[in-house]
């Protein structure tokens, strides 16, 4: 019987980040998927900076981006029409390094992130194999394979998705976050003819009869999502007549290709617990949401960056016993609490969108409009990211937010990102003011050394009125300090949960 450190179940967007990051690391990794290829029908269309910002770290950003391109804003139309509520991006100098929201092909992206796993030595993929069942005791995980084989971990992650076989085989609930609505996906590749007709931004018509966005994709891709009213049949509405029926308002099937029309309901539901005993889950095996930020995929990837760094701290020995436990613990409660959180505010932008009253609708869009004093405002899309609120954190400010990306001057003319040149471990990242020096397992950056082109840490900082922040391997701050003595103290805090 095969023995490596992870098993991974699903090779989908999650799993496949997870193994990459894992095989990265050295580890011995084994992912498994039953379908035998990259799902060619695109159902994420959005991503965000912090995940170009994985992509980057697993080397395959610069084959990604090709595949990208920027998220027009979002615009907001109320019941008459009229402009509402506009949803943008924060400005240059981007914080992350990289464009903050961006569309993009679900299925040659996957291919990227497959090829390079593969690539990896440590990485075993099983493709057009489905895991058929698992036990496990106090030192591993047992899977078996439909092809009959077995396989031995010394831990499992179930990336299966929403109907993951092995949440439901451990028993673990979902949660209702009180969200469950019919809704029709359509992806359209327009011709030019086509194009000419629909807007030249992303659109929310918030209308009661019946609420539905649009949104630009890369190239000549359009995707619409069109709520669907009590009694409608949900596999009628998903037949191409009926697409296009609900397509009418913008195009004829003259302007374009149906690409995908599918039914779904939307829910906002998370796993009760996201570990049981030596197994983990994460992507939709752990939490679905509703679209409204385009945040599915992203929150899987959030979710395996999370774990993955975790994990290898374990398995490699630097963090053990009752602190390893404590750390393996650390990735449920703060994923779970991170996703409700912005679940609620996912939900927030959807009761603004979905209000199906006429009366309250108008209620809202006058409540929106004066809340700017009739002149509709920027929203940056990025502040509606939560921190993270509880886990391995000291509390501090600017704890649990990303931290930025700076390009540091390296004589370069562009500068190098900081990753790049320093690596995805834990770092001190500092402005020099204060007398200090990395404990030993972390990077110390010190900007007066190393300048950066940009000012994006030294707004952060002063924005939060500190000198220094200690840096998690997931970019997220464990803590910040402002003189010498909140250095020791964070420092003292991170030692503690090392031992």
């Known amino acids: 019987m095969k023995h490596v450190d992870v098993a991974i179940v ?7 980040v997870l193994a990459g990051l894992l095989g990265q690391q050295g580890l011995a990794v084994h992912v498994c998927d039953r379908l035998p290829g990259v799902y060619e029908i695109p159902r994420a269309i959005s991503l965000d900076h912090e995940i170009l910002r994985v992509f980057q770290h697993l080397g395959v950003v610069h084959d990604v981006l090709p595949h990208c391109e920027p998220f027009t804003n979002s615009e907001y139309f109320g019941v008459d029409g009229q402009l509402i509520r506009r949803m943008t991006m924060v400005q240059p ?12 092909t679900q299925p040659p992206v996957e291919r990227v992130l497959r090829d390079r796993v593969a690539a990896l030595p440590g990485v075993s993929m099983a493709l057009g194999l489905a895991m058929t069942g698992f036990t496990q005791d106090a030192e591993g995980v047992t899977l078996e394979y439909a092809d009959g084989s077995a396989l031995r971990a010394r831990y499992a992650v179930a990336c299966d998705g929403g109907a993951s076989s092995m949440r439901a085989a451990l028993g673990i609930p979902l949660e209702d976050l009180d969200f469950d609505e019919p809704w029709l996906v359509v992806d359209v590749l327009c011709n030019e003819q086509g194009l000419a007709k629909l807007p030249q931004t992303s659109v929310q ?7 539905c966005t649009l949104v630009i994709g890369p190239k000549n891709h359009r995707r619409w999502e069109i709520s669907l009213k009590p009694g409608e049949d949900p596999a009628h509405a998903s037949t191409p007549e009926r697409t296009w029926q609900l397509l009418s308002r913008w195009l004829e099937p003259r302007d374009g290709t149906l690409w995908r029309q599918s039914s779904y309901r939307f829910h906002a539901l998370v796993a009760e ?21 385009g945040q599915g995929m992203c929150q899987g990837i959030r979710d395996v960056s999370n774990l993955a760094w975790k994990l290898s701290a374990v398995l490699n020995g630097s963090v053990a016993g009752a602190a390893g436990e404590r750390l393996l613990d650390s990735y449920g409660q703060e994923r779970k609490a991170h996703v409700r959180e912005l679940t609620a505010r996912i939900k927030g932008v959807g009761a603004v969108i979905c209000e199906r009253d006429v009366d309250k609708a108008r209620a809202r869009d006058a409540r929106l409009l004066a809340d700017c004093g009739g002149v509709v405002q920027d929203t940056p899309r990025q502040d509606v990211m939560p921190p993270l609120s509880t886990g391995l ?13 700076p390009r540091l001057d390296d004589g370069s003319p562009g500068g190098a990102l900081m990753d790049l040149r320093h690596g995805c471990g834990w770092r001190l990242v500092h402005d020099g003011a204060l007398p200090l020096r990395a404990p030993d397992g972390v990077a110390g950056i010190n900007l007066a050394h190393e300048p950066e082109r940009e000012g994006v840490v030294s707004r952060w900082m002063q924005r939060h009125g500190v000198h220094a922040a200690l840096v998690r391997p997931d970019h997220y701050v464990f803590g910040s300090a402002a003189d010498s003595a909140g250095a020791a103290a964070v420092f003292d805090a991170w030692h503690a949960t090392q031992h």
């Open 10 to 16: 699903g090779c989908g967007p999650a799993g496949v």
């Open 93 to 104: 100098p981007y914080p992350q390094g990289y464009t903050p929201s961006v569309v993009f």
């Open 205 to 211: 018509y918030c209308e009661p009869e019946r609420p």
């Open 273 to 293: 617990r996201w570990r049981e005993g030596r197994v983990f889950l994460a992507g939709d095996a752990a939490h679905m949401q509703p679209p409204f930020l």
């Open 393 to 405: 954190l000291f509390a501090s400010p600017g704890a649990g937010t990303l931290f930025p990306q």
